[in-house]
């Protein structure tokens, strides 16, 4: 094994040009478990803990990019605002200490569909920055997964950053787990509101192979809000639509049973969090849009 | 010296108040506290040596397979490696070993019988070169079928794990495969039902617990110039693991010396070996030391854990709410070897009424061969998997006949004369309806805790961080539970301890030093033993020896036994160091003060005092540069086996009792379930260290606590292979997961035991899981007959 | 490989590492300081816990490598770390206590009475905290909790018993069932406060 210790953000991707095998190495959440464990020998370690600008973000007009290692604490202490489903996401991340190291990249290289971070970004809609010696391209987050545990990456790109849209309405993240804090998902469900284009979108983990949108459900429920006048009148959203979105949510997985739960409770439990995250989004929408009213 | 003979001539009175100092009943801490707070305390992974060598285990990958070849050549070619080993190279013939019966094997010899059986060994100059040599062994497996519950285990022609058995309990089993089997017979359950007006029965699965101690298994094997070995090792009981080591290597005990390094926890899982004789085996074969650490992998499979079960109850009573019969059938899944297998069989019959009345009981309990796990010893040991049947029972059985369910309990409770299922009258106080009183009488937390200004604060909310609610769904449930844990080795064992006091002046103080092999595995032990020679011989200074085995067995650490029996030890070793003590005293200055022979002399604050307080001399003086030393062996009252065919006997030394009342609030959409609150009442007889007792209730309760909503190791039933085998996936209590836990402690005296102190560690793991449970059933109105209870069995998915 | 870093203040080096190695191997194997525990070795339960330029992680998932040129504070130099907190810079002597011998912590042999304040050793609140509130028992988790709770405090000086939970969810023990954990963090704020 070779540990492989860049400088600069040039001098990875020289790196991982020379070196397409190399595994790279930022929190360390996910590969050096690996490592302890016997369950891989990559023959390169590519550090990139010495790239200090994958610890930075900028705020944009539209969006954040924020760059790969950006830790999860940095996400839930400085980006609550702009990114609030990331930052409620990057909350159930196992524990401080690996919320203090781990970062979206490693979640988006990683690419397990259990990975928390994943459902906010389809939710909020992303593009992933990725880079090579060849030169950057954008992948829209929704061409990102491409199989369990496989992403859109070829061999000599490394992921720079994230590009995720800033919210513009509320935005909700639940997960579920056996325990009540350092959790590997049983499922999760992110939910984010898009008032300026009337629509809502979704992400599943967990509960199917790669993490999805709920793209049914989605269309049903910008259709259903459409037609009520619910994004001008703020109105409840009728239990009726809450339960159709909830099945159809479900509806969206794909799952199996495995040591952490069964598909059935999977599915089962995906629909819970749709109807509580849409409950929870919708009021506050409709406290702010009240707020705005009267102001 | 002007003081020299001042306290001889002119007696003072002792003022009130002057007892010595951090004796029995205070709260002193730990004497290991300051070093395991700074880091240094050597643990058995923090062991080190100049020139040592990493060994390696290479496991099974399978549950059940004939060994058709093994090849070590391409391992042993690797650079770096010293040794290779396998069932071939062991010196000896004896090539078993077991606590109860040698049936395992230290290597696989021909057969593996679960998955991660141990088939062979490597030591070499780095942990990373000894993993790549152990992968590059090949070993050709045929697998074989298995057998994995008793069904396929009692099948006729079901493979047999262990052909041949010659153990004592072979000629008494019905099939080969069924490890042990005990009844308890007692009075005549046909007629009993004949006067029920309800009867309930109920089939309970209990799921395969890990003890998950924290610091894993490990150690360092040092070979000595004598050709013997020095082993520094975290062991429960470092005698039976040298019983079991020195004939495997060929040496005599007294070749075989142990050392007790820090032990990072136990609960039962650290009375088999693990590493020791690899790690022996490898520093002999290569005269080098050789260390070897588990990671959290292999530690799921270096142990053994605690017996998944089946059990079978009917209960009845009579309309006015009295208990009538029992009927109960209890199958222990006792895995591929035996280890402690038959007396946990033995505590689960004898136990499995729970602490009630009922005069007339047919229970049966047995242990299985399989191809899953080894199973053996942890914290409650039989009595766990009982108690989350019976009380399950209990509630069930209380709605039917109409009555309040802790009115119910206290209306069955047994006391004090009570004669158990086994015929044994219980003689010391079991304030079993007391205990319940008072968990019952304590305050209930506030409704809706988790409301605050700004919203749920989700952490105290079902599903805690990962915000799966603001409360909607969120039901309040109240649970109550009681149970009944023998405390000591029983059936008749010779349950014993060794302690060797020393008492000397050293730097003009008199100091008392305590020299046992009891291993302390965190629950105190060295902190009282230090308390009872500070009680017992008047002094402040106290020595604690490192446990090791110049020094007589201690027994185990286990069965909430320590400070019961090594205490006692250690009091009874006070005790004759003080009579020599005094005859010092009466030979130097007898002839100074009548009351040196009438009165009853003690020892306080450094200094021989009358029992009217008077102080007859300082210690000081009477030792001068003597020392006084004893080293004996202490037991408790004999027991004797149970009976064969009905159980009958006096099997049991002592009792424990302990109750809980869960709250827990469930959110029943997603079955996911927070513990709000886990009140515990025990009686403990007499509280030694009253911070160590209340330390060691709430951590029992904890550890029930996870075996009711998340702890349990899956094994593939169609592979018997480990499917959760780390800390991802075998979830134990996190510090969001575990609620306050207010304790009551009684100190009712048993008049058999040191001090009248009653075993504390196990009782509070018994009652936990079915208080949790019934909290559960009572929020959701489900049956729940399984633990842990997991969501998709909250939301029937 | 080689790597250089700075434990508890003081220069290290270590030589001869596998590129695989963790810190937490480095520390423990390399450098004699076994404090940081070995449990899990994989994130799951903080009892390698230590400060990586003042940040809590897991030392088990750091690489040897990714540590060069770092700063590295252990349980073995938290008093001496919450010593210099408190002095404020430029204060205090700032020389860092020495590694332990691991000779000296072969065997261990309790002495005299027990585990008191201000007793031979000098510990950080938090440490002695631990011990009188009896939140040791194996001890295992002890330092990683320590590390865990001496930063927290550090960041939030007057926390919750909700605050004290969420900081120390990364941190399984298995002994205590944590209520006297929380005692022994009420207790090292309450004095910490009043130190003030």
Redesign the interface.
């Known amino acids: ?3 492989l ?1 860049p400088g600069s953000w040039e001098e990875a991707l020289a790196a991982k040009a020379e070196h397409p095998t190399a595994v790279p ?1 930022a ?3 996910d ?3 690996e ?4 369950h891989r ?1 990559p023959e390169y ?1 590519l ?1 990139l ?1 010495r790239i200090g600008e994958l610890n930075d973000w900028e705020v944009g007009e539209d969006s954040v990019r924020l760059g790969a290692s950006v830790p999860y604490t940095s996400i839930m202490e400085n980006l609550r605002a702009e990114l609030p489903g990331l930052a ?1 996401a990057s ?2 991340v ?5 919320r ?2 781990g970062g979206v990249g490693g979640n988006l290289g990683t690419a397990s569909p259990a990975g928390d971070a994943h459902p906010a970004l389809l939710a909020a809609g992303a593009e992933v920055e990725v880079e090579s010696v060849r030169g950057s391209r954008r992948i829209p987050i929704d061409d990102f997964y491409t199989g369990v545990k496989r992403n859109a990456l070829a061999a000599d790109e490394l992921i720079r950053a994230v590009h995720i849209k800033k919210a513009e309405g509320p935005q ?15 499922c999760a469900f992110g939910l984010a509101l898009h008032p300026s284009s009337r629509t809502v979108r979704t992400g599943i983990g967990s509960a199917a192979p790669t993490p999805v949108r709920a793209k049914a459900a989605e269309e049903f429920l910008n259709a259903a809000l459409e037609e009520g006048g619910f994004w001008d009148n703020g109105k409840i959203i009728t239990p009726s639509v809450a339960k159709q979105f909830a099945d159809l949510c479900a509806a969206a997985c794909n799952p199996i049973d495995d ?4 598909a ?2 999977r ?3 995906v629909g ?2 749709a109807r ?1 995250t849409l ?2 989004t919708w009021e506050s929408y409709r406290g702010t849009a009240a707020t705005e009213g009267a102001a | 010296m002007a003081g020299n003979n001042a306290p001889l001539g002119t007696p003072t009175k002792v003022t009130q108040g002057s007892q010595t100092k951090g004796g029995i009943g205070e709260s002193t801490l730990r004497p290991d506290g300051t070093l395991k707070v700074t880091g240094e305390f050597a643990y058995s992974s923090d062991m080190w040596h100049e020139d040592m060598l990493w060994g390696q285990i290479l496991r099974s990958p399978v549950a059940h397979a004939e060994i058709v070849s093994i090849d070590t050549s391409e391992a042993l070619a690797q650079a770096g490696v010293y040794a290779v080993m396998t069932y071939d190279d062991l010196p000896t013939d004896v090539r078993h070993y077991g606590l109860e019966f040698p049936d395992t094997p230290v290597l696989a010899r021909g057969r593996v019988r679960h998955h991660g059986e141990p088939v062979a060994i490597v030591a070499a100059d780095h942990p990373e070169t000894a993993r790549r040599a152990a992968a590059k062994i090949k070993v050709e497996y045929r697998e074989l079928p298995v057998v994995t519950d008793e069904s396929t285990a009692t099948a006729p022609d079901a493979p047999l794990i262990h052909e041949n058995r010659t153990d004592h309990y072979a000629a008494h089993v019905t099939h080969p495969n069924i490890l042990h089997r005990q009844p308890i017979i007692r009075g005549d359950v046909e007629e009993a039902r004949s006067r029920a007006d309800f009867i309930v029965t109920g089939e309970y699965t209990f799921g395969m617990q890990d003890q998950a101690f924290l610091g894993p298994e490990s150690g360092l094997a040092v070979p000595a110039e004598d050709g013997g070995v020095d082993l520094y090792i975290a062991t429960q009981w470092l005698h039976s693991d040298l019983r079991q080591i020195a004939p495997v290597l060929g040496l005599p005990e007294e070749k075989v010396r142990m050392t007790l390094s820090g032990v990072g926890g136990a609960f039962g899982g650290r009375e088999d070996l693990s590493m020791q004789i690899h790690a022996c085996l490898l520093a002999l074969r290569t005269g080098k030391p050789v260390k070897i650490v588990y990671n959290r992998f292999e530690s799921f499979f270096g142990h053994v854990h605690r017996h998944p079960a089946k059990l079978f109850y009917e209960h009845g009573a009579t309309k006015d709410g009295k208990l009538t019969h029992l009927k109960a059938r209890i199958v222990l899944d006792g895995g591929a070897y035996a280890s402690a297998s038959p007396a946990v069989v033995g505590n689960a019959a004898s136990l499995g009424a729970g602490p009630y009345v009922i005069d007339d009981v047919d229970i049966e309990a047995l242990a299985l061969y399989t191809n899953n796990p080894p199973c053996g010893a942890m914290r409650g040991f039989g009595a766990v998997q009982a108690c989350f049947a019976y009380e399950a029972q209990m509630d069930k059985l209380a709605d039917k006949v109409g009555m309040d369910r802790v009115e119910f309990r206290r209306l069955n409770a047994m006391e004090q004369g009570t004669i158990m299922p086994t015929g044994q009258p219980v003689d010391s106080p079991a304030p079993v309806a007391e205990l319940l009183r008072r968990v019952k009488a304590m305050p209930l937390p506030p409704e809706r805790q988790w409301e605050s200004s700004e919203g749920a604060d989700v952490r105290q909310l079902p599903g805690g961080l990962s915000n799966t609610t603001h409360g909607e769904g969120v039901v309040r449930g109240v649970g109550y539970a009681v149970g009944i844990k023998n405390v000591g080795f029983s059936e008749g064992f010779d349950d014993y301890s060794t302690a060797r006091v020393r008492m000397e002046v050293v730097g003009g103080e008199p100091v008392a030093t305590v020299h046992t092999a009891m291993a302390e595995v965190g629950q105190g032990g060295v902190t009282v033993h230090a308390q009872i020679a500070r009680t017992e011989l008047g002094v402040t200074q106290v020595t604690i020896q490192p446990a090791d085995t110049q020094v007589g067995s201690a027994g185990s650490t286990s069965a909430s036994r320590q400070t019961y029996v090594t205490g006692g030890a250690v009091k009874n070793a006070c005790e004759l160091v003080r009579e020599r003590v005094l005859e010092i005293g009466r030979r130097k200055f007898g002839t100074y003060h009548p009351a040196w022979a009438t009165a009853e002399l003690l020892l306080e604050v450094g200094k021989v005092v009358t029992d009217g307080g008077e102080v007859l001399a300082d210690l000081v003086d009477v030792l001068e540069d003597e020392s006084v030393e004893v080293e004996e062996e202490w037991r408790h009252r004999p027991t004797e086996p149970f009976d064969r065919h009905t159980g009958q006997g006096f099997g049991h030394v002592q009792y424990s009792f302990a109750a809980h009342r869960a709250v827990v609030e469930v959110d029943t959409e997603l079955g996911l379930v927070k513990v709000i609150e886990l009140a515990c009442a025990q009686d403990v007889g007499k509280a030694l260290n009253p911070l160590s007792v209340v330390g060691q209730i709430q951590g029992g309760t904890t550890q029930g606590l996870g075996m009711a909503v998340m702890e349990e190791i899956l094994v593939d039933p169609k592979t018997a292979k480990v499917r959760n085998p780390s800390f991802t996936d075998y979830l134990i209590p996190t510090i969001l997961d575990t609620p306050t836990m207010p304790v009551d402690v009684l100190e009712l005296a048993d008049a058999h035991a040191p001090y009248g102190l009653r075993g504390v560690g196990e009782a509070p793991t018994l009652s936990s899981t079915p208080a949790v449970l019934a909290a559960i059933r009572n929020a959701t109105g489900l049956e729940l007959n399984r633990t842990p209870v997991r969501p998709e069995h909250l939301t029937g998915m | 490989m080689r790597v250089n870093f700075t434990v508890n203040g003081r220069p290290q080096e270590a030589d001869d590492v596998w590129e695989g190695e963790s810190l937490l191997y480095v520390l423990r194997e390399r450098l004699g300081l076994p404090g940081a525990k070995n449990a899990c070795e994989q994130g799951e339960c903080g009892s390698c816990t230590v400060r990586l330029d003042g940040v809590p992680v897991c030392s088990c998932l750091v690489a040897a490598g990714q540590v060069e040129g770092r700063e590295v504070v252990t349980v073995e130099g938290l008093a001496e770390y919450a010593r210099q907190r408190t002095c404020g810079s430029g204060k205090c002597d700032t020389s860092a206590k020495g590694a332990t011998s691991l000779d000296d912590a072969q065997r261990w042999s309790a002495h005299g009475t027990d585990s008191q304040t201000g007793e031979g050793t000098e510990l950080s609140p938090v440490q002695q905290a631990f011990i009188d509130a009896g939140a040791v028992q194996c001890g295992f988790c002890t330092p990683g909790l320590l590390v865990a709770a001496d930063e927290m405090l550090e960041r939030n000086p007057t926390p919750t018993d909700a605050d004290i939970r969420e900081a120390l969810s990364g941190n399984l023990c298995r002994c205590t069932g944590y209520e006297t954990i929380m005692n022994a963090v009420r207790l090292a704020a309450a004095r910490q406060s009043e130190a003030v």
Do not use: E
């Open positions: 094994m070779d540990f210790r190495i929190g360390g959440t590969v050096m478990v490592i302890n464990f016997d020998r370690l550090d803990n409620l909350h159930t196992a524990s401080p200490q690996i203090n190291r909700q993240f639940s997960k579920v787990g056996t325990r009540n804090a350092m959790v590997i998902a049983v040591v952490r739960g069964t059935s409770y599915r089962h439990a819970i969090m509580r409950t929870w």
